[in-house]
């Protein structure tokens, strides 16, 4: 019954490859997330949806490209991938889009490019 | 150009005692803040959180502070636990348009037995 879940939990790929990485919500939450933590730990948001609709799209290379097919799901696909995409993603949902609805995280996706 | 900061990457603290954590930001637009608790492995999870018309926010164990003219807030746990043990980072919004949440770097607790 995991509120938000993400696969592939680890992802090891090689620089030039295109990969995905899916997220799920069952808590009928309306706006969903990803946000990365690189090397420094700091969690930074990437891309943010409402309802399907793509409400934020931080300075993210457009080799990053977010798919919501329905507000319960919110995938990540990046192409060519590059060294310094090596991160842990993460997935979130919220209530709605408003700053006091606390985010509900999953458990972190783990890529790595060699 | 670190919005939110968390100063100390680790904090050691004896079982019982009491936990401070503490972060300092620089947007002064910000209006809401919350506090995030990670373990290994797992997403970070919701703590607590105040708002900017507020100075003090207690849930349990947790308290909150928010002092808005110094543009920091703290985090006092008491007692601590050792399954308070994780990493806690503070983060901040504004609540012009679409929630965007600015996260701190994380402070490592570890409570000592």
């Known amino acids: 019954d995991t509120a938000v879940s993400q696969t592939p939990k680890y992802l090891v790929t090689q620089m030039g490859n295109d990969k995905s990485i899916k997220c799920e919500q069952n808590l009928g939450h309306d706006t969903m997330y990803w946000y990365k933590q690189d090397s420094k730990k700091f969690l930074k948001i990437m891309f943010s949806?409402?309802?399907?609709?793509?409400?934020i799209n931080e300075t993210v290379p457009n080799r990053f490209s977010p798919k919501s097919p329905d507000k319960a799901h919110l995938n990540l696909h990046i192409n060519s991938l590059e060294l310094g995409d090596s991160a842990v993603y993460f997935c979130a949902s919220s209530q709605d889009g408003h700053s006091n609805s606390p985010l509900h995280f999953g458990n972190g996706t783990r890529l790595t490019v060699t | 150009d670190q919005q939110v900061k968390q100063n100390s990457p680790s904090l050691s603290v004896q079982e019982g005692r009491i936990s401070i954590l503490n972060c300092d930001y620089t947007n002064s637009m910000f209006d809401y803040f919350l506090w995030y608790k990670k373990y290994p492995a797992e997403g970070p999870t919701f703590l607590i959180s105040?708002?900017?018309?507020?100075d003090k926010n207690e849930d349990g164990r947790f308290t909150v502070f928010l002092n808005k003219s110094a543009k920091h807030l703290s985090l006092h746990i008491v007692p601590s636990q050792p399954g308070d043990s994780a990493v806690y980072f503070c983060a901040a919004s504004s609540d012009a348009g679409a929630q965007k949440l600015v996260f701190g770097q994380g402070t490592r607790l570890t409570i000592n037995p």
């Open positions: 105040i708002s900017s018309i507020k």
């Open positions: 949806y409402n309802n399907k609709e793509l409400i």
